[in-house]
C-alpha cells in the first residue's frame, strides 16, 4: 500500500521495447497496451471494434467511458475527436494512479477521469451521453454489478436520444449470453455484435432509438473532420463491423 492508500501492487505495467502493457496482477489477461512509437494509437482490435460508434455518431459531444485501463480509448477519441467531452470513471485508484504512465492527458476542459463505481455513475445520470463505451474489467474479469439487466437499462437511461452504446464483452465468458439478453431486453431495437479475428472480444453495439436504414450505410467513407491518421487505423475494423451490419 502506497503512501496515498492506493495498492498499486493490484496492477503491473510490462514493458518491450515497442510497447507497454497493463495487466491486474496475477493475471496473464492484457487490459490495455500502448505503442510507445504512437502511443494515441489504438494498438489492440477490440479497442479499434469499440469504434464502430462513429458509423452512426461521427461527430458525438458527450462521450462517457466506464473503465480507465491503460487509457487507449479516452486517448484516441481526446485527441481525434476535438468536439467531444470526455468523462471516465474508474473504479480502481491504483490504475488511475499510472494515468502519467500510459500518457493520459490531464484532466482539463474537455476529459475528466472520476474515481467511482461505473454501475453507479450511469445510474444517477440520465441523460447525458451522445456515446457510452463499456470497457470495466477487473482482476476477476467483467464485475457483476456492469452485467446485469438493472445496469443496461440504466445505460440506456444514461444515452441522450438517438445515443450510441458501445460494450466489450468477452466471447468465452460464462456470462456472455446472459450479458446479451441483458442488453436486448434494454435495447429491443437490436443489437450489432462484431467479433475479433481472436475470436476472444466481443463488441456490442446498441442504439438508444431505431436504428437509421442500412442504405445510409454504404461504402465507408471517413467521417467528415477525423483525422486522416485516425480513419487509417480505424478503417479495416470498422469494414468488419459494417459487414456485420449489413447481415442485420
Avoid at 453507479?120 to 451521453?129: E, F, I, L, Q, T
Avoid at 438517438?162 to 466489450?168: A, I, P, T, Y
Avoid at 465468458?173 to 442488453?183: D, I, K
Wanted: proline content about 7%; glycine content about 8%; hydrophobic content about 45%.
Amino acid at each position: 500500500m502506497s503512501a496515498d492508500g492506493t495498492d498499486r501492487d493490484s496492477v503491473e505495467v510490462l514493458e518491450t521495447g515497442a510497447t507497454r502493457s497493463l495487466r491486474f496482477a496475477g493475471s496473464p489477461a492484457l487490459q490495455s497496451r500502448m505503442s510507445l512509437l504512437q502511443p494515441d494509437a489504438l494498438d489492440l482490435q477490440y479497442t479499434r471494434m469499440m469504434m464502430g460508434f462513429l458509423l452512426f455518431a461521427p461527430v458525438p459531444r458527450e462521450i462517457l467511458m466506464i473503465g480507465l485501463g491503460g487509457g487507449s480509448l479516452a486517448k484516441f477519441c481526446h485527441r481525434y475527436l476535438p468536439a467531444a467531452n470526455i468523462t471516465v470513471v474508474e473504479i480502481d485508484p491504483a490504475v488511475i494512479a499510472l494515468r502519467e504512465h500510459f500518457m493520459v492527458p490531464p484532466d482539463g476542459s474537455r476529459l475528466r477521469v472520476v474515481q467511482g463505481d461505473g454501475a453507479d455513475y450511469v445510474r444517477s445520470h440520465h441523460g447525458v451521453a451522445d456515446v457510452l463505451l463499456i470497457d470495466g474489467y477487473d482482476h476477476a474479469g467483467l464485475p457483476a454489478q456492469l452485467s446485469t439487466p438493472a445496469f443496461y437499462r440504466d445505460c440506456r437511461a444514461a444515452l441522450r436520444p438517438d445515443g450510441m452504446l458501445s460494450v466489450n464483452l468477452h466471447l468465452e465468458a460464462l456470462h456472455h449470453a446472459s450479458c446479451l439478453q441483458g442488453l436486448l431486453a434494454a435495447f429491443p431495437e437490436g443489437l450489432v455484435e462484431a467479433l475479433d479475428d481472436d475470436m476472444t472480444n466481443s463488441i456490442v453495439l446498441a442504439r438508444n432509438g431505431p436504428w437509421p436504414p442500412l442504405e445510409k450505410h454504404g461504402a465507408l467513407r471517413r467521417p467528415e473532420g477525423l483525422a486522416r491518421d485516425a480513419w487509417r487505423q480505424l478503417m479495416p475494423t470498422l469494414q468488419i463491423v459494417a459487414a456485420t451490419l449489413s447481415l442485420r
